[in-house]
């Protein structure tokens, strides 16, 4: 199986990419898959023109995006890709801007041929609220007749006013391990 993961956190090896990190384990223990991973921060990912270019021709797919950069290995990778995971810090109530533009980009492949028939993840950390994002994920999925996961882990505690390291929840850990095997298995059965 082919998966994609984007990561939209600036903290390498934090709370998400943690997340990240134990799904693919519990992918790993129903067999071999290829994995490719993009940092949106390590990335040079120039904003989406919208209106003011339309290169792509608007729709979803035909021209692809007439700006070279980072994205133009995003838009195969994404095309050849059976789960696609997006990891992401939850930052002023939506995913942070540098996987945001990275998405925004991906106006250019809104189709079938990149968006349908795959299972989408969505590996969350957050410190008060998550639901815009499996709101947003869960319509495009629905859209293109794939299948939309998602989890999120509460890094912070609202008592005490402090941020929980990821590795002390280990409730959360075994969940995105436990999603990891389960979308392995059902996927390839
Ligand atoms: C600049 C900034 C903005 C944040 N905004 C939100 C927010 O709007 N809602 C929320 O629930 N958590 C918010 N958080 C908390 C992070 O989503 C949370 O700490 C997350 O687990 C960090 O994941 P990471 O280690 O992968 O970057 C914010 C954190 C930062 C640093």
């Known amino acids: 199986m082919r998966v994609l993961v984007l990561h939209g956190s600036a903290r390498k090896g934090g709370d998400t990419d943690t997340l990240a990190e134990r799904f693919l384990a519990g992918m790993a223990e129903e067999g071999r898959h290829e994995v490719r991973h993009f940092y949106a921060i ?7 023109r919208g209106a003011a270019c339309m290169g792509c021709g608007g729709d979803g797919g035909s021209a692809g995006c007439v700006v070279q950069d980072d994205m133009q ?5 994404l095309r050849e890709a059976d789960v696609v995971v997006l990891a992401t810090p939850m930052f ?3 995913m942070t801007s540098q996987l945001k533009t990275l998405l925004d980009r ?8 990149y968006f349908g028939g795959k299972d989408f ?4 950390g957050y410190r008060h609220y998550y639901g ?4 947003w994920l869960n319509r495009i999925t629905r859209a293109f007749g794939s299948r939309c996961h998602s989890m999120a882990c509460q890094t912070y505690d609202p ?4 941020d929980i390291p ?9 969940e995105a391990f436990a999603l990891g095997r389960q979308i392995a298995a059902s996927c390839s059965s």
């Open 42 to 48: 390590d990335m040079n990912i120039a904003h989406c």
């Open 121 to 124: 993840v969505l590996l969350i």
């Open 166 to 174: 990821i590795a002390e929840s280990p409730k959360c850990l075994e």
């Open 132 to 135: 815009s994002m499996v709101e």
């Open 73 to 77: 290995a995003v838009y195969p990778a």
């Open 92 to 94: 002023w109530g939506y």
């Open 159 to 162: 008592e005490t006013d402090r």
């Open 106 to 113: 991906l106006e250019a492949a809104v189709s079938p041929a």
